[in-house]
């Protein structure tokens, strides 16, 4: 301490008493912090650090400015120790230049450090000294502190002192304990006095290679500071007399004017940026027209030539008090800074920025119950004391009354309060976001203004004439509608959530394999008297809440049970840049499932491109015809769920604001009654499941009855069917993967339901399926046991002709062969397949590789062709004998067939809870699409029909009955085998005696 009260002299001996209204250690600790301050170095001989403009990796970082910034905090107060003049105080600093977001804005007791990478340099500074305050400047708070800390060593040559930077490797520091920091806080924080300065400086001497050219540092208050409202006159030059008449809402626009108007403000602006308006109704100058209000701009926004494409303005530090009031009139004191934030900036770290500049403006003003309007003077940059540069007049609106053209949840306008400044008048608003209407509105009532239902009428007539079908929708077929046994706000919020969904889609003309993604959201704003959803049926009245909605809309007339509604329609994807939001209204038929819409898209841009269009509403385009179809909530099974969407502009051909015609089509979309009956699916997939396994056992257990009594036809059996029954039941039990059903995918959503986890009695059919597959695999293993010991033993009786005993060696190389090339045919095909669609989609990875995929949907395949081994055993064995009973194979090919029938009759999509991704079968490719679904089939009927022929007819009369002349289609050569009937009686100790009986006993035991 005795260094820093050496350098510090000048600041301590110009200090006074301490004050005793401290907010203890703790609010120093707050009051005396800010972050992201700016930093500045006017010599530029020394230079403090180095900066490496390479673009940082996977960041667009070098699209966007450096920034110069700086954040203190104060780490530790010894108020213990606190002298008559002085505090002890320890502090920590981190400053540095970025580009690249990585800026550090939190505190943390770091080690004196720096840190170098492209695009980001950052210095790392602790600090120790005193807090003292002082009279000076209409009294001052001061901060003198000493540092110590790693700085990078510059090199002997000033005009190239960072060389070593060519050479990438360890950065060269060196330690220096010879830094000074004086930072002054102003004693009370206000409009005109609120501008935290600093000196970072070296006390090096300049030859000393450790020496840098001084730092200025600039920040102003934050949240955690006391403002003290006390700027009265100059705010009235901006607001007097109150309020001051502006044409913004002037439409018919109501305003919010309750008691928490500092609550809703302040929940608004929160980390939020506020959208400029571009000066489209401007028509002066190019010079005067492309101004961005008050504001001095750059070149970047000066390129948007009046439109701020990309602009953005961020309310900071909103400080609101509002009066305490019984009645219901009351107003609020308001201090904010706005400060707008250029394309080139990084948003997220200019968005927290704290530094005066010429893009920041300091408001002050009052807010009235009587009017709704917050009045404020904004003041650029660095005030002066007299508030020299307070020459802007800020006027903010919080509306509670919405339409088609005005879905602010927050309007402004910036303007000039005299000539001196001149600027023409520059807008601002935050759009309503509706997934967070509920946390909005929660306080107050806001409603909705409807004015195109009369031109929706049209949109309806022109769209749904008269027709059977029409008839026949109406009849059998329903819709999202309103719920007749819930209460009306309840049941209007239900049929918005219905009508609301988030899905991918694709263009109508084209297959939805190889046709772009198109990113659709459909937001419901307001249906019928309601605006927003569950927050509005939570406030309603208990009368409200009380009264079914049949009791209000018994006497309607079917044309007066349309629902208005409105909404917001987003479309993100490859060339619907100029549809990224449409706002819509018009009218909902819940008869047919159909909205009739008039759609408006924003086309504010600069005054040079639409001055002239006089046939714009408040610059939007609202010459849009929309008309969107949803399935209904029956007969999914049966009925693709997916809904459709039609834009169409109804501008002439030679009109710069018209478009093609759109025509989409979206993935599957789920109502909320509807995630039960994926939970009733899955249940129905499961009985069948059990149902088929059952089966299944049945006709295995007849098979080995069967053999009982047909010994003789045991070893001809072949082994290969079996094994691929085996791996059939087997896979399930180990992998998890569903049974017979594959899991059925969807294009759409991809969350698990938490109710598809937790149904118990889904748990119990899977259980269930589990038990069956391990008793199908058992009994298949028993039959597997007896052929394989019948050959056994037959090889044993006849040591000499090893020949005449049927072997699958062939059987398994020729099956082998026939599916290798079978697999490599279904991956050429799906190659081919899924590089049209890579091209289209980008080439979205799944988490398994294509092979292995396509490997798992084959193995099914070999499962389905599961006659196929018996097929090729029984011509090279050149059976005489049954040995499959009928009942087997047919009913096995039977069970296999089961699951591409009902994929076949169902949907097309089933279950939004698995995504088209999934490493199951995706039923737009391969062998789970409908050709597959009925090529399968067929063939595997095929090969049992071929079984039964070549069981009925030995291989003798087949070949007479396939010889064309003297062609012969079946193969030639001759199988040595010996009767199966002398091979059986050669097993037992008596030739053709009574033991012959019992050695056909002992086979049943084993």
């Known amino acids: 301490m005795s260094e820093v009260r050496k350098q510090c002299a000048s600041v301590l001996s110009a200090s006074s008493e301490l004050r005793y209204e401290y907010s203890g250690v703790i609010g120093m600790k707050e009051e005396l912090s800010f972050v992201n301050g700016d930093w500045r170095?006017?010599?530029?001989?020394?230079?403090?650090?180095?900066?490496?403009?390479?673009?940082?990796?996977?960041?667009?970082?070098?699209?966007?400015?450096?920034?110069?910034?700086?954040?203190?905090?104060?780490?530790?107060?010894?108020?213990?120790?606190?002298?008559?003049?002085?505090?002890?105080?320890?502090?920590?600093?981190?400053?540095?230049?970025?580009?690249?977001?990585?800026?550090?804005?939190?505190?943390?007791?770091g080690n004196p450090e720096?840190?170098?990478?492209?695009?980001?340099?950052?210095?790392?500074?602790?600090?120790?000294?005193?807090?003292?305050?002082?009279?000076?400047?209409?009294?001052?708070?001061?901060?003198?502190?000493?540092?110590?800390?790693?700085?990078?060593?510059?090199?002997?040559?000033?005009?190239?002192?960072?060389?070593?930077?060519?050479?990438?490797?360890?950065?060269?520091?060196s330690e220096d304990d010879q830094i000074m920091l004086v930072l002054r806080y102003p004693m009370t924080f206000s409009l005109t006095n609120r501008m935290i300065n600093g000196e970072l400086k070296s006390l090096n001497r300049d030859s000393n290679s450790k020496y840098f050219d001084v730092v200025r540092i600039s920040s102003q208050l934050g949240k955690s500071a006391k403002y003290t409202f006390g700027s009265q006159q100059i705010v009235s030059k901006a607001c007097n007399p109150y309020p001051f008449k502006d044409n913004l809402v002037d439409d018919g626009i109501s305003v919010y004017k309750g008691t928490r108007f500092c609550?809703?403000?302040?929940?608004?602006?929160?980390?939020?940026?506020?959208?400029?308006?571009?000066?489209?109704?401007?028509?002066?100058?190019?010079?005067?027209?492309?101004?961005?209000?008050?504001?001095?701009?750059d070149k970047e926004i000066k390129s948007t030539d009046g439109g701020f494409q990309d602009v953005k303005l961020y309310v900071q530090d909103v400080i609101c008090e509002q009066a305490a009031s019984k009645s219901n009139t009351g107003s609020a004191r308001v201090s904010t800074v706005f400060r707008a934030v250029s394309p080139s900036e990084n948003q997220y770290t200019a968005a927290k920025r704290s530094g005066p500049s010429n893009t920041s403006l300091a408001a002050e003003g009052i807010w009235k119950s009587s009017s709704g309007q917050l009045c404020m003077v904004g003041c650029l940059g660095f005030v002066d004391a007299k508030g020299s540069n307070c020459n802007t007049r800020i006027c903010v609106y919080i509306p509670t009354t919405f339409s088609l053209k005005q879905h602010s949840i927050i309007l402004g306008t910036f303007s000039p309060i005299n000539n001196s400044s001149?600027?023409?008048?520059?807008?601002?608003?935050?759009?309503?976001?509706?997934?967070?209407?509920?946390?909005?509105?929660?306080?107050?009532?806001?409603?909705?203004?409807?004015?195109?239902?009369?031109?929706?009428?049209?949109?309806?007539?022109?769209?749904?004439?008269?027709?059977?079908?029409?008839?026949?929708?109406?009849?059998?077929?329903?819709?999202?509608?309103?719920?007749?046994?819930?209460?009306?706000?309840?049941?209007?919020?239900?049929?918005s959530e219905d009508l609301t969904f988030h899905v991918s889609g694709f263009a109508d003309h084209a297959p939805n394999v190889l046709s772009p993604r198109v990113d659709i959201q459909m937001e419901i704003l307001s249906i019928g008297p309601m605006f927003g959803r569950y927050w509005y049926a939570q406030n309603g009245s208990t009368s409200e809440q009380e009264?079914?909605?049949?009791?209000?809309?018994?006497?309607?007339?079917?044309?007066?049970?349309?629902?208005?509604?409105?909404?917001?329609?987003?479309?993100?994807?490859?060339?619907?840049?100029?549809?990224?939001?449409?706002?819509?209204?018009?009218?909902?038929?819940?008869?047919?499932?159909?909205?009739?819409?008039?759609?408006?898209?924003?086309?504010?841009?600069?005054?040079?491109?639409?001055?002239?269009?006089?046939?714009?509403?408040?610059?939007?385009?609202?010459?849009?015809?929309?008309?969107?179809?949803?399935?209904?909530?029956?007969?999914?099974?049966?009925?693709?769920?997916?809904?459709t969407l039609s834009i169409e502009s109804q501008r002439t051909e030679d009109d710069a604001l018209r478009f093609k015609s759109i025509k989409l089509q979206t993935f599957q979309i789920i109502y909320r009654k509807q995630r039960e009956d994926v939970l009733s699916r899955k249940g129905v997939e499961g009985i069948l499941r059990i149902l088929t396994l059952s089966f299944a056992i049945g006709c295995i257990l007849s098979q080995l009855f069967y053999i009982q009594h047909n010994v003789d036809s045991l070893p001809y059996i072949s082994l290969v069917v079996l094994g691929v029954q085996a791996l059939g039941y087997?896979?399930?039990?180990?992998?998890?993967?569903?049974?017979?059903?594959?899991?059925?995918?969807?294009?759409?959503?991809?969350?698990?339901?938490?109710?598809?986890?937790?149904?118990?009695?889904?748990?119990?059919?899977?259980?269930?399926?589990?038990?069956?597959?391990i008793v199908s695999l058992l009994v298949t293993l028993r039959l597997f046991q007896k052929v394989w010991k019948s050959r056994v033993r037959l090889?044993?009786?006849?040591?000499?002709?090893?020949?005449?005993?049927?072997?699958?060696?062939?059987?398994?190389?020729?099956?082998?062969?026939?599916?290798?090339?079978?697999?490599?045919?279904?991956?050429?095909?799906?190659?081919?397949?899924?590089?049209?669609?890579?091209?289209?989609d980008g080439g979205k990875s799944h988490s398994?590789?294509?092979?292995?995929?396509?490997?798992?949907?084959?193995?099914?395949?070999?499962?389905?062709?599961?006659?196929?081994?018996?097929?090729?055993?029984?011509?090279?064995?050149?059976?005489?004998?049954?040995?499959?009973?009928?009942?087997?194979?047919?009913?096995?090919?039977?069970?296999?067939?089961?699951?591409?029938?009902?994929?076949?009759?169902?949907?097309?999509?089933?279950?939004?809870?698995?995504?088209?991704?999934?490493?199951?079968?995706?039923?737009?490719?391969d062998f789970y699409s409908k050709f597959g679904d009925i090529a399968i089939p067929v063939t595997a009927i095929i090969l049992a029909i071929v079984v039964y022929i070549q069981q009925r007819w030995s291989y003798e009369k087949l070949s007479q009955f396939l010889k064309f002349g003297q062609y012969k289609l079946l193969p030639t050569f001759r199988y040595q085998r010996l009767s199966s009937r002398s091979c059986e009686s050669e097993l037992v100790p008596g030739i053709n005696g009574g033991d012959a009986a019992k050695e056909k006993e002992q086979v049943d035991v084993e």
């Open 41 to 109: 170095q006017n010599g530029g001989k020394f230079p403090i650090m180095p900066f490496d403009a390479a673009k940082s990796p996977g960041t667009l970082s070098e699209d966007h400015s450096p920034l110069n910034l700086v954040s203190f905090w104060v780490s530790d107060v010894d108020y213990d120790h606190r002298l008559k003049k002085s505090i002890p105080i320890n502090g920590f600093m981190v400053m540095g230049i970025t580009r690249d977001g990585n800026f550090v804005d939190k505190t943390f007791d």
């Open 114 to 173: 720096f840190q170098l990478w492209p695009s980001h340099s950052q210095l790392s500074i602790p600090f120790q000294g005193v807090y003292t305050e002082s009279k000076k400047n209409g009294g001052e708070r001061v901060l003198c502190l000493l540092g110590n800390t790693m700085l990078p060593t510059r090199e002997a040559d000033p005009a190239k002192p960072w060389e070593w930077m060519k050479n990438p490797g360890e950065i060269p520091l």
């Open 263 to 297: 609550e809703i403000l302040e929940e608004i602006t929160r980390e939020k940026p506020l959208t400029v308006v571009p000066n489209w109704r401007c028509n002066g100058t190019d010079d005067f027209c492309s101004k961005l209000g008050p504001f001095l701009t």
């Open 422 to 495: 001149a600027f023409f008048p520059l807008s601002f608003e935050q759009l309503v976001l509706p997934s967070e209407l509920w946390n909005y509105f929660r306080l107050t009532n806001p409603s909705y203004s409807y004015s195109k239902t009369n031109l929706a009428g049209t949109v309806l007539e022109k769209n749904e004439p008269f027709s059977f079908s029409t008839v026949i929708k109406k009849s059998l077929l329903t819709f999202p509608k309103l719920e007749d046994n819930e209460a009306f706000q309840d049941s209007l919020s239900l049929l």
């Open 547 to 643: 009264t079914p909605y049949h009791a209000k809309a018994a006497e309607y007339t079917e044309r007066q049970l349309l629902v208005n509604v409105s909404a917001q329609l987003s479309l993100a994807g490859k060339g619907y840049s100029n549809f990224s939001v449409l706002f819509l209204e018009g009218l909902y038929d819940p008869h047919v499932g159909k909205m009739y819409l008039i759609g408006c898209r924003d086309v504010r841009a600069s005054w040079k491109v639409l001055y002239q269009s006089y046939d714009l509403e408040a610059g939007m385009d609202c010459l849009i015809e929309v008309v969107v179809a949803y399935p209904p909530t029956t007969t999914r099974w049966l009925v693709n769920p997916r809904a």
């Open 730 to 773: 087997s896979i399930p039990l180990v992998t998890g993967a569903e049974a017979l059903f594959k899991k059925i995918v969807s294009e759409s959503y991809d969350v698990p339901s938490n109710e598809l986890e937790s149904s118990e009695w889904l748990h119990v059919i899977d259980y269930t399926v589990k038990l069956l597959l």
């Open 795 to 840: 090889q044993t009786r006849t040591p000499l002709e090893p020949h005449c005993v049927p072997s699958d060696k062939r059987v398994l190389l020729c099956t082998f062969i026939i599916h290798v090339v079978g697999y490599v045919i279904v991956l050429i095909i799906h190659s081919t397949k899924t590089s049209q669609k890579a091209l289209v």
């Open 848 to 925: 398994l590789p294509v092979w292995a995929t396509e490997l798992e949907e084959y193995v099914g395949l070999v499962e389905d062709f599961f006659l196929l081994p018996q097929i090729i055993g029984n011509l090279i064995w050149h059976i005489d004998c049954k040995p499959l009973r009928k009942l087997y194979f047919i009913g096995i090919t039977v069970v296999r067939l089961l699951p591409h029938i009902y994929d076949y009759i169902r949907a097309p999509v089933s279950n939004p809870y698995f995504s088209e991704d999934s490493e199951f079968v995706n039923p737009n490719l």
